[in-house]
């Protein structure tokens, strides 16, 4: 408190500052980085891959949760491949399946292509069951191709008598173990049905969840999962409105029940200025009718903006205008407030209201996470992951290194493909009138997701143990900050040195 009121008519950002070292009775490898962004949304490291289309789809967001984080969907596509990109994360990984997928005996095949197709489903066998949910058969994915469309499920599926089961009983106390050891002992069988004693489908386990299971166990970064073992997913959400202007309300709450009924648990109206009756109106919707649903909104940069928007009725509110390696909102528009500054203003008025807020945008390095968390209860990044092979995107060769596309969403290329409205724009302004608020870029390719978040994880973790922080709370609390000159910032990075190798 006391720096940012010395500072009081200087804004600041990450490389302004530099953190103190504090005594510390803590190793870094014993630091724990979980956070609490609503009491249904929990992560195990506060990191979420932003909503933007050259970086969050269905991929991304599996190995965003698979390493304890998560992924928001973008919303720059049509709201039905949004549906199955969520899809595709929350049928990721489970333990148990409790309410598989199933299918009756007369389908035809063609029926269930369909729905194979309709919801992302990167698998194709399905128990068979009658109207009361008794197993009448499996049918096997090998079956379920077009060229047998018209044939019923009947004629292709494996009979009851020959499908391997369970009952609910026998898998005992340690279902997982006890799974593992069943596909251990029928080789070939990659799916264990669940019945009750009626013989009624209670569950599911499929090899593949169980051998990624047992590996996670022995892997650094947990998976952050919801209260059915699925991995967490997120997705942005627009202020769609109609041909007369106003908000689109059947077409908003269709989506987000659509969204909701596929598993989703959390889901972001992102714009480029929250602190707006679009935004605020949107979120009020979405909370009168779904009151139980985490949402996060932005973009803010001042305390006020943080309690509109949280009187709306978010949860979790975005910070940061400007700040994005790909935004030129300064530039353009001559507004936005450097980062920190902006996140120190906006985490007193969060605590006030009791919401959370993330920093979104600018970071480019794990000493910026830790800044950022000492005011924050998470970060948002882009750029840092867009490089990734989990991030859509083609790569791209020039003189020998390989990029990967990388643009705003307020780029006008992004604008054009459907991101115009989050902008403050219609998607029916014509190119030449709008202004655009972001660039098109390329990033040097990174490594995979899970290095790149343990590199990450391991420089929080390093930040947390130089103040003597156990924990995400004690780090907010313990943080000293002191401005750094310019040469102290030339000091800070690698210099004088030919070569730099980082090591990672
Ligand atoms: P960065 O991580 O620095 O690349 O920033 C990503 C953030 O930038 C996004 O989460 C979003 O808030 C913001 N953004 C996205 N597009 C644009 C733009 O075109 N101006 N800005």
Do not use: W
Not at 57 to 79: F, K, Q, T, Y
Not at 91 to 101: A, D, K, S, T, V
Not at 411 to 429: E, I, N, P, T, V
């Amino acid at each position: 408190d006391d720096f940012f009121r010395e500072h009081a008519g200087l804004a600041l950002t990450y490389d302004d500052v530099t953190l103190a070292t504090l005594y510390s009775e803590i190793l870094p490898r014993e630091t724990n980085l979980e956070t609490e962004l609503h009491e249904r949304l929990r992560l195990r490291i506060p990191v979420i891959s932003a909503d933007m289309d050259t970086v969050t789809e269905a991929p991304m967001a599996i190995a965003m949760a698979l390493n304890g984080g998560l992924g928001l969907i973008h919303c720059n596509l049509p709201e039905r491949e949004q549906l199955s990109q969520v899809s595709r994360v929350k049928n990721n990984i489970h333990g148990l399946i409790q309410e598989p997928i199933k299918v009756s005996a007369d389908q035809t095949i063609g029926d269930v292509l369909t729905l194979v197709e309709e919801r992302g489903f990167a698998f194709r066998t399905f128990p068979v069951v009658d109207e009361n949910d008794t197993l009448l058969g499996l049918l096997p994915g090998h079956t379920v191709r077009p060229r047998y469309a018209s044939t019923k499920v009947a004629a292709a599926m494996t009979p009851r008598a020959q499908v391997q089961t369970i009952t609910e009983k026998e898998l005992g106390k340690n279902p997982i173990a006890k799974a593992d050891q069943f596909f251990n002992e029928h080789i070939g069988i990659h799916k264990l049905l669940v019945v009750d004693d009626d013989d009624r489908l209670r569950g599911l386990f499929t090899i593949s969840d169980i051998e990624r299971i047992m590996q996670e166990r022995h892997s650094q970064l947990k998976p952050a999962r919801d209260d059915q073992f699925r991995l967490l997913c997120g997705a942005a959400v627009t202020a769609t409105r109609n041909s007369t202007g106003e908000l689109d309300r059947d077409r908003i709450l269709t989506h987000i029940g659509d969204l909701v009924e596929r598993g989703v648990d959390v889901v972001a109206v992102s714009t480029a200025h929250g602190f707006s009756k679009g935004v605020g109106d949107t979120v009020k919707l979405i909370r009168e009718h779904f009151p139980d649903l985490p949402i996060i909104a932005g973009n803010v940069t001042s305390g006020e903006g943080v309690s509109y928007l949280s009187k709306c009725g978010a949860n979790i509110i975005k910070v940061g205008q400007g700040p994005g390696s790909i935004c030129t909102t300064r530039v353009v528009a001559g507004v936005g407030i450097p980062q920190l500054t902006a996140l120190y203003v906006c985490a007193k008025a969060a605590e006030q209201e009791g919401v959370r807020i993330l920093a979104d945008g600018g970071i480019t390095k794990s000493g910026d996470i830790v800044k950022a968390l000492t005011l924050a209860h998470g970060v948002i990044c882009g750029g840092l992951l867009a490089g990734c092979p989990e991030a859509p995107g083609q790569l791209l060769e020039i003189n020998g290194k390989v990029y990967k596309q990388y643009r705003g969403m307020g780029s006008l290329a992004a604008m054009q493909a459907g991101s115009a409205a989050r902008y403050g724009h219609s998607s029916k302004d014509s190119v030449r009138k709008v202004a655009a608020e972001g660039v098109e870029a390329l990033k040097e390719v990174n490594p995979p997701l899970d290095v790149v978040l343990t590199q990450l994880a391991g420089g929080i973790q390093s930040g947390m143990g130089y103040l003597g922080a156990p924990n995400l709370v004690a780090l907010r609390e313990k943080a000293r900050y002191i401005q750094v000159s310019p040469a102290g910032q030339r000091e800070s990075a690698p210099h004088d040195i030919v070569e730099v190798k980082t090591g990672n």
